[in-house]
Nanobody, 118 residues
Framework: QVQLVESGGGLVQAGGSLRLSCVAS????????MGWYRQAPGKQRELVAR???????VYADFAKGRFNISKGRVKNTVFLQMNSLKPEDTGVYYC????????????YGQGTQVTVSS
């Protein structure tokens, strides 16, 4: 059963930083492309950043220059370093990915809450 588990959310003051982590399983699969999405209260889920096997990255405009997505040394792990956080970054952050060759629909984790206070 495919599973993605996020960690690292929390409460931080504006201007602060958080680092989100995600592990996808089972490890017999390779999750070549992984990403982060977020959903603010009353809004639709939106892309934050994605990273491919070749470490090519895509960022939403709001994330450019402040957020950094990277893959870990451990297989099927991905991180999101978030700096200079703003109150509008508040929301639930979801890790997304799918095993290589498994169609086009991503699996999502349960999400981790990020709250930025002003």
């Amino acid at each position: 059963q495919v599973q993605l588990v996020e960690s690292g959310g929390g409460l931080v003051q504006a201007g602060g930083s958080l680092r989100l982590s995600c592990v996808a399983s089972p490890s017999i699969y390779s999750f070549n492309t992984m990403g982060w999405y977020r959903q603010a209260p009353g809004k639709q889920r939106e892309l934050v950043a994605r990273i491919t096997t070749g470490a090519n990255t895509v960022y939403a405009d709001f994330a450019k220059g402040r957020f950094n997505i990277s893959k870990g040394r451990v297989k099927n792990t991905v991180f999101l370093q978030m700096n200079s956080l703003k109150p509008e970054d508040t929301g639930v952050y979801y890790c997304a990915g799918r095993p290589a060759g498994w169609g086009t629909d991503d699996y999502y984790g349960q999400g981790t809450q990020v709250t930025v206070s002003s």
